[in-house]
């Protein structure tokens, strides 16, 4: 499976994105999928998932109430809508790939497939 995120950018604190990751080369309608982040000298850190059937998600409580992850199974595509941006949500953002997982997994050692991140950086 190959991940191709996009949709990162320099926004201004308040603003919204919508980050998209589209997949390929495998049944994405299988894959749990999820977002995380780094910045920098930090760690990868969870911040959104959704599972592969019944629609659950799973958020950090950094972003609940903020950001929404959602899938299109016919589009291949997850996406994470993210809104009242704060200079804290700066960082590069990554989606991935569990297959089949029984819950959208907040641990990064549980995905199978990683895309190659985009960038998001929010201005003060």
């Known amino acids: 499976v190959q991940l191709q995120a996009s949709g990162g950018g320099l926004v201004q604190a308040g603003s919204s994105l919508r980050l998209s990751c589209a997949a390929s080369g495998g049944t994405f309608s299988s894959y749990g999928m999820g977002w995380f982040r780094q910045a920098p000298g930090k760690e990868r850190e969870f911040v959104a998932a959704?599972?592969?059937?019944?629609?659950?998600?799973n958020y950090a409580d950094s972003v609940k109430g903020r950001f929404t992850i959602s899938r299109d199974n016919a589009k291949n595509t997850v996406y994470l809508q993210m809104n009242s941006l704060k200079p804290e949500d700066t960082a590069v953002y990554y989606c991935?790939?569990?297959?089949?997982?029984?819950?959208?997994?907040?641990?990064?050692?549980?995905?199978?497939?990683w895309g190659q991140g985009t960038q998001v950086t929010v201005s003060s």
């Open positions: 991935a790939a569990d297959y089949r997982a029984p819950v959208p997994d907040s641990r990064p050692w549980e995905y199978d497939y």
């Open positions: 959704i599972a592969w059937r019944g629609g659950s998600t």
